[in-house]
Structures are given as C-alpha cells and as structure tokens.
C-alpha cells in the first residue's frame, strides 16, 4: 500500500506538472485575496488526489478525477445526476487510509447506491508532525475548494448536490474549502472536528457555520481542559451534537478497548486513544445503515447536566432531531448544544426517558448515591432492572432523572421500582425505618413524546423500602387522553420532526 501510494503520487506529481505546462497563465494569488478568485482556476499546485471510490471496490482507489482533466469525470463513471459525497480523513500516524474510510463509502453506497462517493487523499500531508499536518489543513482546503468548484464548473453540476464529509483535521478542511468555493456547498458533516490548535481559532481557520448551507457535527472526544482535548469542545455548526455528553463514548474505556483487541486480534494500540474519536464516524455510520429501525435522536439541552436530569426530552420548536445522515436541517441557534446517550456498540439507538416520583416519607430520611434497579414494561417489550444511581435521596422531595433502555418497549404500562441494599450495613435499615411512599411517577418518553402518568398499583401509595420488593405502578387513570387529543398529539409530533425532508438527501 505504501509503495502504491508512493507510485501514484509520482505519477500525480508528473501529471500535474504536464498540466500546469498549459494551464498556469497566470502568477499564482495570494491566499485571501478576495477581489480574485483566479487562484481557484490553478490547478498546478493541487497536492490532494480525488479518488471516486466504488460500491464493489470501496477500499481502493482505482480511478482518480484530476481538477483541470475533464475526461477523467466519465473514466471514472461520475454520475452526474445523482449527489456526491465528499469524505475527508484526518491525521494519520501511518499514513495509511484508515479502516473506516472503506466502511464509511460502503455505507454511503448502502444508503445511496447511485451517488459519488469521493475519497480525498492528503495522507502525505497528514502523516507529518501533527501541527504540522494541522497548518495544512488551509492548502489541503484549498485543494478541496478548487475541485469542487471545477467539478461543479464542468459540468454545471448543483451545488445543492454536493456534501462534504470530514472527520478530525479533516473536517477543517471541509469548512476551508466550503468557504472557499463559488457558492455554498449543501452541507458539510464535522465528525468529531479535531481540537488542539483550532479551538480558538477564527472562523475562516475552522469549520464553521458559514461554510455551507447546512453544517451538522458530532462532537465525541472533548475530554479535558479545551486545550488538551482531542475533539473540539465548543459549537461549530448549526447543529452540534454532543453523544454521552461528547466527552468521551461507551465501550471505550481500557478495559472494553483491550478486549476487543483481544477478539479481534488487531494489534493496534492507538485504537485505545481513538476510539471515541472515531466514535463519531461510526454513529454516522449508524444512521446510513439502521436509519429505517434504528434512528437515533438527539436533544436540544442547556447542559450536560441538565440533559441527564432528564428535562431536556422536548421536541417542540425543533429542540430535537435525528442523529446523523437523516438529520432534520434546521438551523439550531448558533451555539447551542443537542445531546443523547448511546449504547456501546452499533445499532447504537437508545430510547430515553424522563422518571420523575416525588418520595414521601413521614420521618426526615436523608440519603446520597442509592441503588435503584427500574423496570419498564410496554405494549411491545420490556426492560427489567435497569440500574441507577440515585444520587440524592430525600424526604418530601421530587427528583427528575433520565433513564435510557435499549430496546423499544411501545407505549408504557407499568413501572417497577427497587432499592436494592447498599454496600454498607445501615442502622436505619436494622430499624426499618428506610422506607417512602410514592404516589405517583411521571414518565416522559423522548422518541415518542407521549407523557404518561402512573399510580401505585394497589392502594394510594407504594412503598419503597430499601432491599425489599418492587413497588409496582400501572398506568393511571387519570392519563386517559382522549382519542381526539392523541390523534392531536401525533400530529404536533410529526410536524416537529418530519416537516422538513426526513431523508435529508439533497436530491
Ligand atoms: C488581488 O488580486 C488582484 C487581481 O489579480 C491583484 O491586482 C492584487 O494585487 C491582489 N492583491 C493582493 C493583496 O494580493
Ligand atoms: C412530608 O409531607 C407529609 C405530607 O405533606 C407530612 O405529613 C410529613 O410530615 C412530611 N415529612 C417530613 C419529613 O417533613
Ligand atoms: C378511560 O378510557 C376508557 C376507554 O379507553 C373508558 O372506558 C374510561 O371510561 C375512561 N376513563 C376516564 C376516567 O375517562
């Protein structure tokens, strides 16, 4: 691969200096000089390589688009009626393209079999010392800006076909070249846009905004002070997603990396470092390959905090939308955050909830860090004992917290509740005196929006004693929505989410 790669930049480098024998007439311009866009037009000095990548072969690149070569769009079968993706890789220590790029153009290819999926190839660049690579985020932009705009110039091919898709350093790039082309590309994807130098960067060094019509991040590895981490931590599109709060993912910690190094015998350490990283390549991923069972939902939250409260589970005025490909484009006021949790592994779709109880108890009981196991039984499903931590615990109070499940229960039923017994021996246990009463709990479900109000199953209250049986509550009567107000309810629903294209296609 190395040795290929090597072969073909030669052979590129040679290509492009036979063009630039007839096609430099003019000097080239200054990088930001406005009043021309002249240097867009050269295409001598373009390093980067275009490789239209195959839904049979999406591993290899087998036919390179050269800017300034029009034949080379039907050699390599460009089709000119369908959308293009554009995918950018970021820093590489191997300088090799990494796996997920092939699995990135299958699912592409899977979810639309007719586009052009375009691998960018600026691995030479990218292997260098990393804010070596970092600064060359502006030329490999400028590659990308003077590709498009020929791609699109040739053969008057709409911009509102073209997505450019850029993971780490390479979603930098991606919002260089958007800002750089003629008009605005459709949309730019930041996959988890790389942190360390850009954080406090300008605009014009970053992905922004401004940099086409439509631009959605993931954020998945912002962990630590803005300076160290790995993603970057502030807002940078019109939609910025933060899975698991985008500090670090599910299924990444040492422990679960190492065994699946184990399992799957690749030996490759840095998949430790970055495996929340590219987290975010594979929840896209996700939304191309299980967008039909499996679509995941994110919300519009004031804080991570507040977000795991529970109390951000609200689709109204589009404060949701769909993770991914399928995203909803609405523009999010600039800055604000939407989050979601996720399983460890793909499909990585959970359904979030919002449990709100008010405990009573006659005698004043004060406790920290409770063990709660919560079963949730459904029209379709159930999920028994889920576990959490209760981490504060008093007399006459209410607490709202988020619960997540896996699996999709339908409209809810019933609900369980448990305290299991702490690690430690408690007096007021030997006493019994560790119990509340619970009239009520309010259950609020994101994906579906439905609001429902259970009742102790027998009597007013349950009770809630630490290690003893589950309080049971049923659905209650007092939540008999009418038919007309539900059938009310869907509608609101289905205007907030799927007014605008569901698909998100830009054909
Ligand atoms: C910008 O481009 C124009 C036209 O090519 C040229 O005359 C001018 O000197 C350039 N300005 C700068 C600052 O490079
Ligand atoms: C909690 O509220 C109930 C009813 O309002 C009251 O009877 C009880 O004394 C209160 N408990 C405490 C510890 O204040
Ligand atoms: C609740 O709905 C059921 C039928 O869906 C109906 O028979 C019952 O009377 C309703 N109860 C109340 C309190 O409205």
Redesign the pocket.
């Known amino acids: 691969m190395g040795t290929k790669n090597s072969y073909l930049v030669t052979i590129w480098i040679i290509l492009a200096n036979i063009c630039a024998c007839f096609s430099s007439t003019s000097e080239p ?2 990088f930001g ?1 406005d ?2 866009t ?1 240097w867009l037009e050269d295409y001598a000095d373009i390093v980067s390589k275009f490789s239209l990548r195959t839904a049979e072969i999406p591993d290899d690149d087998l036919c390179y688009i050269v800017p300034g070569q029009p034949l080379t769009i039907p050699e390599c079968e460009f089709n000119p009626d369908t959308q293009t993706f554009v995918v950018i890789h970021g820093w590489t220590v191997t300088g090799l393209f990494e796996s997920w790029v092939a699995k990135l153009v299958t699912a592409l290819y899977e979810k639309e079999p007719k586009a052009n999926v375009i691998v960018v190839d600026w691995l030479t660049r990218a292997q260098q010392h990393y804010p070596t690579s970092a600064a060359y985020t502006k030329l490999v932009g400028r590659d990308v800006a003077k590709f498009v705009n020929w791609l699109q110039k040739t053969m008057d091919y709409p911009w509102e076909k073209i997505h450019l898709l850029g993971y780490s350093l390479g979603a930098h790039v991606a919002g260089i070249a958007g800002l750089l082309t003629n008009n605005k590309v459709s949309r730019i994807t930041g996959l988890d846009p790389a942190g360390p130098t850009f954080e406090h960067a300008d605009a014009q060094s970053t992905l922004s905004p401004d940099d086409a019509l439509f631009v959605d991040v993931l954020h998945t590895n912002t962990r630590g002070s803005p300076d160290r981490s790995i993603g970057i931590q502030r807002p940078v599109g019109h939609v910025d997603i933060y899975p698991n709060g985008g500090t670090f993912q599910p299924g990444c910690d040492l422990q679960n990396t190492m065994k699946m190094i184990a399992l799957t015998g690749i030996h490759n350490m840095d998949q430790i470092v970055k495996c929340s990283h590219e987290r975010s390549i594979h929840l896209f991923i996700d939304s191309l390959v299980n967008a039909e069972e499996h679509q995941s939902m994110a919300y519009r939250c004031s804080s991570k905090e507040t977000f795991m409260k529970g109390m951000c589970l609200n689709c109204r005025k589009n404060r949701c939308n769909m993770v991914g490909y399928g995203i909803n484009k609405v523009r999010t006021p600039r800055g604000a955050k939407m989050y979601l949790k996720t399983r460890e592994m793909m499909p990585f779709k959970l359904f979030h909830y919002q449990v709100k109880i008010h405990f009573f108890s006659s005698e004043k009981l004060t406790y920290t860090e409770q063990p709660l196991k919560i079963s949730l039984y459904g029209t379709h499903n159930e999920k028994t004992d889920i576990p959490y931590v209760m981490p504060h615990l008093n007399s006459n109070s209410t607490v709202s917290f988020l619960l997540t499940t896996d699996v999709d229960v339908g409209e809810l039923l019933m609900v369980k509740l448990r305290w299991e017994k702490d690690a430690y021996f408690s007096w007021s246990d030997w006493w019994g005196n560790s119990n509340f009463h619970i009239r009520k709990i309010r259950i609020k479900a994101g994906e579906t929006q439905s609001k429902v109000i259970f009742s102790a199953k027998d009597g007013e209250f349950a009770y809630l004693v630490r290690g003893k049986d589950d309080a049971v509550f049923v659905k209650s009567k007092e939540d008999n929505m009418s038919r007309k107000e539900k059938m009310m309810h869907r509608r609101k629903m289905h205007g907030s989410l799927f007014k605008e294209d569901i698909q998100g296609s830009s054909t």
Do not use: G, P
């Open positions: 311009q200054l000089n009043t021309s002249k």
